[in-house]
T-cell receptor, first 112, second 111 residues
Framework: DGGITQSPKYLFRKEGQNVTLSCEQNLNHDAMYWYRQDPGQGLRLIYYSQIVNDFQKGDIAEGYSVSREKKESFPLTVTSAQKNPTAFYLC???FGTGTEAFFGQGTRLTVV | GENVEQHPSTLSVQEGDSAVIKCTYSDSASNYFPWYKQELGKGPQLIIDIRSNVGEKKDQRIAVTLNKTAKHFSLHITETQPEDSAVYFCAAPVGYSTLTFGKGTMLLVSP
């Protein structure tokens, strides 16, 4: 089945640690996105990539990093510089602006 | 950049009633307006979208209307059912690369 897969579903991190969230798609989409969701805040864009080996910062990129070495994969690293990392993280992909964006099931990150 | 305002933030209706959620956007060049439904603990899913060359689009109990002059678009759900209970997001394009989302509307349909 074609789709977009995020893993893990739940992730716990100690303060000061970096963690990497996985996002894989087999939809042959060129564009991939990372959003952060907090209660009452909607979806805020962290990073996006329109093509392999290229990515741009979104509205809240500080404390995060990404890579796009393969078309299918767009991992997000939450670094220790992110002061409030506890949130629900959503990955999405699409053929580009003006086309349907498909979302993964999300990763809930909790700092303990 | 694009600014998307969504109202109301919560909406409670009785089963069988209609529900309307409204969004306004700021970029007059925007031409694609999707609506997403998000169930608890899951990722959002597209339920309907509209492009700027049409004013209304329907899909069974769901419809979206667009007023480009006023820069607003609305989601209409008729004959609501308990399974319609979810958070709904509108969105509009930012330039040629991403979408900006509204803050969401929590719809509660009571039996």
């Amino acid at each position: 089945d074609g789709g977009i897969t995020q893993s893990p579903k739940y992730l716990f991190r100690k303060e000061g640690q970096n963690v990497t969230l996985s996002c894989e798609q087999n939809l042959n989409h060129d564009a991939m996105y990372w959003y952060r969701q907090d209660p009452g805040q909607g979806l805020r864009l962290i990073y996006y990539s329109q093509i392999v080996n290229d990515f741009q910062k979104g509205d809240i990129a500080e404390g995060y990093s990404v890579s796009r070495e393969k078309k299918e994969s767009f991992p997000l690293t939450v670094t220790s510089a992110q002061k409030n990392p506890t949130a629900f993280y959503l990955c999405a992909s699409s053929f580009g602006t003006g086309t349907e964006a498909f979302f993964g099931q999300g990763t809930r990150l909790t700092v303990v | 950049g694009e600014n998307v305002e969504q109202h109301p933030s919560t909406l409670s209706v009785q089963e069988g009633d209609s529900a309307v959620i409204k969004c306004t956007y700021s970029d007059s060049a925007s031409n694609y307006f999707p609506w997403y439904k998000q169930e608890l603990g899951k990722g959002p899913q597209l339920i309907i979208d509209i492009r700027s060359n049409v004013g209304e689009k329907k899909d069974q109990r769901i419809a979206v209307t667009l007023n480009k002059t006023a820069k607003h678009f609305s989601l209409h759900i008729t004959e609501t059912q308990p399974e319609d209970s979810a958070v709904y997001f509108c969105a509009a394009p930012v330039g040629y690369s991403t979408l900006t989302f509204g803050k969401g509307t929590m719809l509660l349909v009571s039996p």
